[in-house]
């Protein structure tokens, strides 16, 4: 009987990781690494000029070969994964703190709901490349500038985002019993409506990061972003494409690295919505 009993029990089956978003979370790994240990991964300095060495095919010393300058392409593809994600990370962070504390406000107070989200309609109304190519012009292609540049773009949206999720929260049964108790404005935003918020934010802020390293390679390639001394995988495009025809892989190794590591983002985000969200997992099934 106990026999029987114990057979009988079956644990929940955790949910199945498709092979896609296990290999891009390979991709995403393997590129943070690389990033956190850039200066044991390279094999050369990133900025180390050798006219006499450009244009080397891969293999050999040169593992991808050298640029227009000499420099070893692949020494400065992994210091620009740092900077690329330093940026997409800092300003995913910035974002969605600042959208998420404007988001909350809005969604509760009406009075500035009115002020604050006409402001954020004026931000979204401005293509995001110009306003960061506006705020870069005004600022300087520095390090800072060029995050607050992509974070600025980004913020309106993380607003909307939150201030969704706390319109659809605040009349809940258990916001309203709060309400009647009495408890205070700033205590019910942050025990009730703001975790409410956190699952939708953590896949928002995976397509902030992508984003923001989609931005900083288009603000590298047409020369508004950081300048060559600090390898990106935007300004290594930038640099090899007046050199395409002659040595292709210049341009194709960093985008192709680009691109794997936006799509590795986008396509875990896609997965933690899935996960977070129980509309779509299945929580909402009836059993029986």
Do not use: K
């Not at 390090?143 to 319109?167: C, K, N």
């Not at 709060?178 to 802020?205: C, D, E, K, Y």
């Amino acid at each position: 009987m106990a026999g029987r009993s114990l057979s009988s029990l079956r644990l929940p089956a955790l949910p199945r990781t498709p092979p896609l978003v296990g290999a891009a979370a390979l991709v995403l790994a393997a590129v943070v690494i690389a990033a956190i240990l850039a200066p044991l991964v390279a094999t050369h300095d990133p900025n180390a000029l050798n006219p006499a060495l450009r244009f080397r095919p891969m293999g050999g010393e040169h593992l991808l070969g050298t640029d227009s300058f000499g420099r070893d392409i692949f020494s400065r593809l992994v210091y620009g994964a740092r900077a690329s994600l330093f940026i997409g990370v800092v300003t995913a962070a910035a974002s969605i703190s600042v959208g998420l504390l404007i988001g909350l406000v809005c969604g509760y107070f009406r009075m500035a709901d009115m002020l604050l989200m006409r402001l954020m309609d004026g931000l979204m109304a401005i293509p995001g490349i110009l306003l960061a190519i506006a705020f870069v012009s005004l600022w300087g292609a520095s390090l800072t500038s060029v995050i607050v540049a992509i974070s600025v773009p980004e913020i309106p949206r993380v607003v909307r985002l939150t201030r969704s999720v706390v319109l659809a929260t605040r009349h809940e049964a258990y916001v309203e019993a709060a309400v009647t108790l009495g408890t205070p404005s700033w205590l019910i935003v942050r025990r009730h409506l703001m975790p409410n918020t956190l699952p939708a934010l953590i896949v928002q802020s995976t397509y902030v990061c992508a984003s923001a390293i989609m931005v900083e390679a288009i603000l590298s390639f047409i020369g508004a972003g950081l300048s060559s001394d600090t390898p990106t995988w935007g300004n290594m495009i930038a640099d090899g494409r007046l050199y395409f025809q002659i040595r292709p892989s210049i341009v194709f190794v960093p985008a192709a690295v680009l691109s794997a590591c936006v799509l590795a983002m986008n396509v875990i985000g896609d997965e933690l919505r899935d996960r977070l969200d129980p509309r779509l997992n299945g929580g909402d099934r009836r059993v029986g």
